[in-house]
């Protein structure tokens, strides 16, 4: 139903700031709830954030204040701006289209995944 490539990982050095990007194909991308899940070695994928489609956000509490997603529906795109980056980061960063439940308090993901792009933080 929707194809999703993500883009813009790296190597940054701690404090940094990268940009991630996603774009989707495929379906009508406004429907979609979108989220942004990390994946780091040995660790279970955790949910880093999401966005609504009436353009409300939620973030793990391990990148509030320093983590920012948005979307442009007109570019079928969602962005994770990555600022003031840690070691702890690093990981392989997915984008996820899906649903939100309980007034957008909870985020359920389709099995609608992009390859992935890593980031890694280190001096």
């Known amino acids: 139903q929707v194809q999703l490539v993500e883009s813009g990982g790296g190597l940054v050095q701690p404090g940094g700031s990268l940009r991630l990007s996603c774009t989707a194909s495929g379906s009508d991308f406004s429907i979609y709830a979108m989220g942004w899940y990390r994946q780091a070695p040995g660790k279970q994928r955790e949910l880093v954030a999401y966005?609504?489609?009436?353009?409300?956000?939620k973030y793990a509490d391990s990148v509030k204040g320093r983590f920012t997603i948005s979307r442009d529906n007109a570019k079928n795109s969602v962005y994770l701006q990555m600022n003031s980056l840690k070691p702890d980061d690093t990981a392989v960063y997915y984008c996820n289209a899906g649903r939100t439940y309980l007034g957008g308090s909870t985020y359920k993901p389709y099995d609608y995944w992009g390859q992935g792009t890593q980031v890694t933080v280190s001096s």
């Open positions: 966005i609504t489609v009436g353009d409300s956000t």
